[in-house]
């Protein structure tokens, strides 16, 4: 079968490109390997800038039940502290995002093909893509949107991840009085491995998300009950806020290797890389759905206007590049033990610590879209 573009991988990044794509009129065939949106591995924080490109996109989150976020908590060891956000945010739970985004792609006039999984992608002719799906049926268009997120496709791979990031996610249903005390805050756990969020999601739950490296993981016995354990010892606070909670998954969602900081170089003639194909900024930034939301976009830009993708790909990573450097310095900082055990003091005594954090580490948008959704 041969189409205008092939858009692999339908989460946030695939379907952005495939909507922006299809509302100007070119036949997309988008190919997602999961029958239906399920869980994924995600603190599921929308920033300031996702909500604009989501606005962009026609997706109403409020109306989908996300919760407003208005603070951040940071807590290591023994220390608390909170800040106003410097920017509206809101959280809804992935499921609920990738139903929507999918159901946007299809009234867009995307072809969407569920349940089937691209096995490779190689080139059939000079000009034309082919893609080989689990069940041997071909795929052929002159231009393909890598974005299959964290999965890498044979031949077109990232990086090797040298900390060996493990990553969890959990719900859990908090006691009253944690969940008014959570409040509409973002949480934010620092711990000699790693990291872990805890914030409201819809319908009264809370996303629990943690990535820790592999030597934490292992220090806990390799076994989640071991790790929060060791994360509740490690971080009082997060002992306190799971006091009573009950867990509502069976067991928690986890991926591994994460290739923090990878920025895409360079890519072949017809081949735009988005999401986290594109980069992959640290998680506790808050900011890979907005990547992904607004590479996905701006790589359909880019092809409307006729730019060639080995054009786009490295523009993209100059765009991103300053950014993705300061929230890498950030991620070593919340490593360092006296940089994790001064923050949260440093944010109390000087809340505007968090505003030019947050400033800094953001990927910034060309094209601001007043968000109606949570709009003051
Ligand atoms: C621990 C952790 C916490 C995070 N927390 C946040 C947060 O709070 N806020 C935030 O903004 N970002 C967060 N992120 C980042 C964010 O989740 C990603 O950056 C974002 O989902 C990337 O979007 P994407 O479209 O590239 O990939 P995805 O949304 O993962 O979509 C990729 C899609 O491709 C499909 N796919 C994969 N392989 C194939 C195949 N072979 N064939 C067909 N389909 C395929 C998958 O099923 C999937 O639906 C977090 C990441 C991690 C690891």
């Known amino acids: ?19 922006a794509l299809a509302r ?8 997602e390997r999961e029958p239906t949106p399920r869980h994924k591995v995600c603190g599921e924080f929308l920033s300031g800038e996702a909500l604009e490109d989501l606005h962009a996109l026609g997706i109403d989150v409020a109306s989908l039940g996300a919760v407003p976020i208005d603070y951040v908590r940071l807590a290591a060891a023994r220390r608390a502290a909170e800040a106003p956000l410097p920017f509206r945010a809101a959280s809804l739970t992935r499921k609920a995002l990738d139903t929507a985004l999918i159901a946007e792609a299809v009234t867009a006039g995307v072809r969407v093909e569920r349940g089937r999984s691209v096995q490779s992608l190689s080139r059939a002719t ?13 795929y052929e268009a002159p231009s393909v949107f890598l974005a299959t997120g964290k999965h890498d496709l044979r ?15 959990m719900y859990y249903r908090l006691s009253a009085a944690q969940t008014a005390d959570l409040g509409d805050a973002s949480e934010l756990m620092l711990y000699s491995g790693g990291y872990g969020g805890i914030q409201p999601v819809e319908d009264g739950i809370a996303n629990f998300c943690l990535v820790v490296k592999r030597w934490y993981f292992a220090r806990a016995g390799l076994s989640w009950e071991g790790l929060l354990a060791k994360m509740q010892q490690d971080c009082p606070h997060l002992a306190m806020r799971l006091d ?9 969602i986890v991926v591994t290797h994460i290739p923090y900081g990878f920025i895409r170089r360079t890519t072949e003639d ?13 998680s506790f930034t808050g900011d890979g759905i907005s990547i992904a939301l607004h590479t996905g976009r701006r790589a359909a830009a880019a092809y409307l206007a006729a730019e060639p993708a080995q054009v786009f790909q490295p523009k993209l990573r100059s765009a991103m590049l300053l950014q993705m450097r300061l929230a890498k310095a950030a991620d ?3 490593n360092n033990t006296l940089a994790r055990a001064v923050l949260p003091f440093c944010l109390r005594v000087w809340p505007g610590a968090m505003r030019v954090t947050a400033m800094l580490t953001r990927v910034s948008q060309p094209v601001a879209v007043a968000p109606q959704a949570f709009a003051n």
Request: charged share 20%.
């Open 270 to 282: 017809g081949l735009y890389c988005i999401g986290d194909q594109a980069a992959v900024i640290p």
């Open 155 to 169: 031949g077109h791979g990232r990086p090797k991840d040298p900390h060996q990031w493990v990553a969890f996610k």
């Open 24 to 31: 100007k009129g070119r036949s997309v065939t988008l190919i």
């Open 126 to 138: 000079a000009n034309l893509w082919q893609a080989t799906l689990d069940d041997g049926a071909t």
């Open 332 to 334: 070593h900082g919340l």
């Open 1 to 19: 079968m041969q189409d205008e573009v092939l858009v692999l991988g339908g989460g946030v990044a695939g379907c952005a490109a495939a909507i």
């Open 244 to 252: 009573g909670a009950e867990p509502l998954l069976d067991k928690p």
